[in-house]
């Protein structure tokens, strides 16, 4: 049994950190958002982590930023606005807040989003409340999610450590031990713990080539998962579906990391081919809520039965979203065998825990996945099968035992997943 670290002790094991930490701003700012000289760059942070924002906007300017917008994020003002605010307030986006978003995306700006915030920060909140923030949000800061969606603007997501995040995830060690231990995490599994963690992002993504180059050249009609908690689906591709993983590009060709971490490859499947059951691998964290040990049904494409023995009301409200909340717009596959999974750590924050297990995702589905899609609007993706909506949320599907076989246009199997590790890691 380790020794408890004194607050003193966590302080100094902080600074002895301070020169890692700096290299992961760095990296967020030159490889996530690739800013480029005279570029706006805007950061959202929560405000406990102002001292690592500040060190964001430091080495933004210094990599020639044209200006940096910050905008703060705070779990109890959160919640107290949730609290005390009508429904109703929430089912719109002020006008001065469109005109921030929007008008940033349309200048060119690149978005960095630091997630760091209470798993369950929104317990016991009407869940229809920050869903309705979320889809007004979506639908009517157009350029801005828009921007996103189709390759007009960098964007990037990455955790800093909150003191409530942090002893959810180490529930017995003192908040400031915790908030130690998990920055060690965030930097370990963001390759942000050796000298150079830029070149060390440039061989890691390397390593997604392989697997996109495979999946790529199959081809598959469909995906078949199987696991003994319980799922059988069977999940149809759209034609000229693509598999994307690792860096992203945009359509004037800057080359940008959308998540640090990540691990996976993906694409988006038609929307209207999924048939079955799927059980989640591990508990969901969504708007300040946890959904755990669900299972939802689909058939002809849509989900059409979900239960979960924590979090339904939250579950009901993703589904309540629009239509397309109850079609799938990602699938990813993820080895076992990766830094997040191997690590042990249940982060509860899906950025990190959709990294360590294959998953799904209801909601939107992405242009780039399907040959020519960035050219297309949202009728013709649709018309393609892929997914609109005005959500996008990731669930855990990765258990230990989960196989996956591609199926050809013949019928044919072949294993991708054996034991939930790629099949040629399983040889």
Known sequence: MSVPMTAEECHVAIGHLSPKIDNYAELLVRKGAALRRGQELVLQAPVERADFARRVVRKAYEAGAGHVTVIWSDDVVGRLTYEHVDKAYFEHVPSWQREQLNSLAEAGAAFLFLEGSDPSALDGIDPAKPAAARKARNTECLAFREGMDFGRNVWCIAGVPVEAWAREVFPELSGSEAIYRLWLAILSVARSDGRDPQSAWETHNATFEKNKR???????DS????????????????????????????????????????EEVFTTPNRNRTE??????????????????FWIRFRDGAAVEWDARRGKAALDQIMAADEGAHHLGEVALISK??????????????????????????????????????????DELLAHGVNQSSTHVDFMVGADDLDVWGVDTNGEETPIFVGGQWAWEAE
């Open 223 to 262: 995906l078949r998962y199987r696991s003994s908690n319980g799922t059988d689906l069977v999940v149809g591709m759209n034609a000229g579906h693509l598999w994307e993983g690792g860096a992203a590009r945009t359509v004037d060709g800057t080359v940008f990391f959308p998540n640090i971490p990540t």
């Open 337 to 378: 065998n990766t830094p997040i999974r191997q690590s042990g750590i249940l982060f509860y924050d899906t950025l990190y825990d959709e990294n360590a297990s294959c998953h799904l995702a209801l909601g939107m589905g992405f242009p780039e996945c399907l040959d020519g899609g960035l050219d297309m609007g949202k």
């Open 276 to 293: 079955g059951i799927v059980h989640s691998a591990m508990p969901l964290v969504h708007a300040g809520q946890v959904i755990d040990d």
């Open 214 to 220: 495979l999946l790529n050249a199959a081809a598959y």
